[in-house]
């Protein structure tokens, strides 16, 4: 058998009978399938729940089913049967439920009854939420300073939750607030906020059928926004131009099979989802487009002496400062360092330099492979700059389009989840609720895990996540986290951040988005915020499995109320009535006019977009075009030190069977691997070059200057096409690779996509292989 049985190119298209098949599977694997068919049917209807898969919106469109294969793994995985209650706990202990892998935690089921750590037994043992409140409010009230505390946050949060949360943390004195997006977007916002004076993309869904021409860099829609693949497909069918910039071939990028379409699903059919597909190096994109936008000063200088424009100088002239300085930089960059670092040749850069001057109208999409390098917020910039050039911000059918991750980590920011908080939003918090806000800014996830090192935080409240696992630097963050007082989640599953704890923890367990949800005045409805900024109503559907799980918001009143009394509010009144939460959100933030009456409206309502109406809320009132120099070189300054031939670059990313660390499964279909996670994506030729064969087992050792030693072992080497130097492995497996302070230039995100690895041959210790043979 070949070493690499676990690995058979898929030739497939992506979507199709493969993505009906998956889905059969996880119902069955839910305990709950029939019951949970009916769950899928209300997935993302106006009657139903927002689906806790990602954040691509959706047309309003009532005949349509309006789930994918992985929606409905996440709804499945939710609306399990299974349940991890006191007795589970009894059986047994945290040491031995950390020897256990992701996928087995999670698997367990739902978490059902609040629970405490007792470090005498190491087991958690049931406690009753009044006495998880008290003790809750007994540690918060002994902090001498509020910024010992810290409020993390994971984007599944709904608005209602995350305001109160944000709420609770500010009366009590705290802008500290980790949340996901700091690993994740946090650089698209920080710098389309610094440009166009907005962090959220400037697109509408319908943007989509209007423009001549879509670029898609570092993405991978297939498995992590599945419904965003017929948007794609109907671009490329109905003519447009679609540019796809991936450092790998992903499947979903190359053909789609629409599973709602039966004439194409009984013939086997499928469609493109790209005209033109690039694959640049790790962390090339910013080379290409400043690659590109030389060609365009290029055909702009000819174009001009035949009294022509390529660019668009009334917009320039009227919306931007800053393009004169930036146009003299690109042309002192040279192609010299344009090519080698973009990965593409001249005439790749000249075919995308021609699609986007023949387009009138472009839309940019970017996610993970853009975001999380060192200079992702530069690359960004530069991204805005390419669509300023022909004024494709502010226009039909072009614009900014950062694909979030999380369901609603776009309204949570919205809500006021944010480290970094404008004074603006703070005024009006003040004056609304009439107490003094912390000013300071307060700590990021980075930031926070230097704190609890320093013994600067004590207390860690997650409201969902996985932080133990989701973040860089595992070793050294888990030791982090056990150092910590007390640590709170606010969790719907089991996972690694339950295990990674002192001598203090607390479980509390929630309801999901398919769960109804009953309070005292009757049954409640959230909202959310997708990519688009719509926000609509989002009602569960399911009996909860247990009468001892909570609501978010409830969970965070009893945390409240116990900690600060009635200050500034009466709390349980409010998680009573979510509409009342909703008053508050209306007076507070700007676009929430008429909020309760607007969630009425099918399809939700839009928040609006200062960048798409050509208002520009920067300093100056105009569009700031940044000026940037190319990195020297992909890796961060301290590694590039300790870098040699044999360095290759790492990206970390998510396979077909997961979302984020939740685990559903081995599978990867689309890259062809079944059964396996350890696996290390290479170039043949590298193999070959560094004295390996493919399906060697290797050990990934991560360079930094710090005499740290981060490795991790037993991954395979799989032949695949990726550029040379470049790697790829799944996260969060490769997170102890990660040094903590590597992160993005100004957003602070973890280089999850850029990490210099050397590799040694592994040898499978022989306990391990006759466990595995067993
Ligand atoms: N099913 C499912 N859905 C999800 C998630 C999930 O885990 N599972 N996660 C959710 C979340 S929180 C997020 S943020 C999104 C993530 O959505 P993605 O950003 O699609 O997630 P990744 O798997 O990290 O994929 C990164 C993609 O960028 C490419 N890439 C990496 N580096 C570079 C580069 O330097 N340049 C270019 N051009 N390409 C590069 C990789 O090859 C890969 O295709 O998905 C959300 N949706
Ligand atoms: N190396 C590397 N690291 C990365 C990334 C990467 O690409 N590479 N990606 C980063 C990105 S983009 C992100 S967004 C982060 C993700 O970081 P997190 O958001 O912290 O992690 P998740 O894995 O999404 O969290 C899963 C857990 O959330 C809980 N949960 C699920 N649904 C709910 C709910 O409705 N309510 C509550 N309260 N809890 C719920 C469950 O207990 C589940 O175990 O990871 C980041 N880390
Ligand atoms: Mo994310």
Redesign the pocket.
């Known amino acids: 058998m070949s070493k690499n049985s676990f690995y058979t190119p898929y030739k497939g298209p992506a979507g199709g009978w493969g993505a009906l098949q998956s889905t059969t599977k996880h119902w069955l694997k839910s305990d709950n399938a029939v019951r949970n068919v009916f769950t899928m049917l209300k997935t993302n209807q106006p009657n139903g729940f927002d689906c806790p898969?990602?954040?691509w919106g959706e047309k309003h469109d009532p005949a349509k089913i309006r789930f994918c294969e992985?929606g409905a793994?996440?709804v499945n995985w939710e609306a399990t049967s299974r349940r991890v209650d006191a007795d589970f706990f009894k059986q047994h202990s945290v040491s031995w439920l950390n020897t256990q892998s992701d996928y087995f935690l999670e698997y367990q089921g739902r978490l059902t009854e609040p629970m405490r750590y007792n470090a005498q037994t190491d087991h958690y043992e049931p406690i009753s939420w009044e006495q998880a409140f008290a003790q809750i409010a007994e540690s918060l009230k002994a902090q001498e300073d509020p910024n010992q505390v810290a409020f993390y946050t994971s984007?599944r949060a709904s608005n209602e939750a995350a305001f109160l949360y944000q709420l609770f943390a500010r009366a009590y004195g705290t802008n500290n607030f980790p949340d996901?997006s700091n690993m994740?977007?946090e650089a698209s916002g920080y710098a389309l906020i610094s440009s166009l004076g907005i962090g959220k993309g400037s697109v509408e869904i319908d943007d989509f059928e209007r423009a001549d021409a879509v670029f898609v860099?570092?993405?991978?829609?297939g498995?992590?926004?599945?419904r965003m693949l017929e948007t794609l497909r109907e671009v490329v069918s109905r003519g447009a131009q679609l540019l796809t910039?991936?450092?790998?071939r992903?499947r979903g990028?190359e053909r789609f099979q629409n599973p709602q379409n039966p004439i194409e699903m009984l013939t086997n059919g499928s469609k493109p989802t790209h005209t033109n597909y690039y694959c640049?190096?790790?962390?090339?994109?910013m080379a290409?487009v400043r690659g590109i936008v030389k060609v365009l000063i290029e055909m702009e200088n000819a174009a001009q002496k035949e009294g022509k424009a390529i660019f668009d100088h009334e917009f320039i002239e009227q919306h931007t400062q800053g393009m004169d300085a930036y146009l003299a930089k690109v042309e002192q960059t040279s192609w010299d360092d344009i090519l080698p670092q973009s990965g593409l040749s001249k005439e790749e850069i000249y075919h995308c330099a021609e699609v986007y001057a023949n387009a009138n109208s472009v839309i940019c999409t970017w996610?993970?492979?853009?975001?999380?390098?060192h200079h992702s917020v530069a690359t960004i910039h530069e991204i805005v700059n390419l669509l300023a050039l022909r004024g494709n911000i502010g226009k039909p059918g072009a614009g900014t389009c950062p694909?979030?991750?999380?369901s609603n980590?776009q309204g949570d920011r919205t809500m006021g989840i944010n480290e970094a908080p404008s004074k603006a939003f703070l005024d009006s918090m003040e004056k609304h609720f009439g107490f003094p806000q912390p000013q300071d800014h307060g700590l990021n996830v980075v930031q926070t895990i230097q704190a609890m090192q320093a013994e600067k935080v004590k207390v860690f409240i997650a409201l969902g996540g996985n932080f133990a696992a989701a973040t860089p630097d595992t070793q050294a963050t888990q030791e982090a986290l056990k150092s910590c007082d007390l640590i709170v989640q606010i969790s719907t599953k089991l996972n690694r951040s339950h295990l990674t704890i002192g001598d203090n923890a607390l479980i509390l367990p929630c309801f999901g988005r398919t769960d109804i949800d009953q309070q005292a005045t009757g049954v409640q409805r959230v909202t959310v915020e997708d990519s688009f900024s719509m926000v609509h109503a989002s009602g569960g559907v399911m009996e909860p499995l247990s009468p001892e799980q909570r609501s978010e918001p409830a969970i965070i009143a009893g945390m409240a109320q116990a900690t600060l009394g009635d200050f500034p509010l009466n709390w349980e009144e409010l998680a009573g009535d979510y509409s009342l939460i909703r008053q508050h959100i209306e007076a507070v933030i700007p676009g929430f006019k008429d909020f309760n009456q607007r969630i009425e409206h099918k399809g939700g309502f839009y928040l609006g977009n200062s960048a798409r109406e050509r208002n520009w809320a920067t300093p100056g009132g105009k569009a700031i075009v940044h000026t940037h120099s190319l990195p020297e070189s992909i890796l961060p300054k301290k590694a590039q030190d300790l870098a040699s031939d044999s360095t290759l670059v790492l990206?970390?990313?998510?396979s077909?069977d997961?979302?984020?660390t939740?685990i559903y499964g081995m599978d990867d279909r689309y890259r062809g691997i079944k059964g396996e996670r350890q696996v290390l994506f290479i170039n043949p030729a590298d193999i070959k070059r560094l004295g390996y064969q493919e399906g060697d087992t290797v050990t990934l050792r991560s360079l930094w200057d710090d005499g740290v030693e981060r490795k991790v072992s037993g991954f395979k080497l799989v032949p695949y096409s990726i550029p040379a130097g470049n790697i790829?492995a799944y996260?969060p497996e490769t997170n102890p690779l990660v040094p903590l302070n590597s992160h993005g230039e100004f957003s602070y995100t973890p280089t999850?996509?850029?990490i210099a690895i050397e590799l040694e041959p592994y040898q499978e210790p022989a306990s391990k292989i006759a466990s595995v043979a067993n």
């Open positions: 898969g990602c954040a992985n793994k996440a984007g996901c994740c977007h860099f570092g993405q991978n829609p498995t992590n926004h599945p910039f991936n450092t790998l992903e990028l640049p190096k790790i962390g090339g994109d290409v996610a993970m492979g853009i975001t999380q390098h694909v979030r991750g999380h980590v990206q970390t990313l998510r077909h997961q979302y984020n939740t790829a996260y999850s996509k850029s």
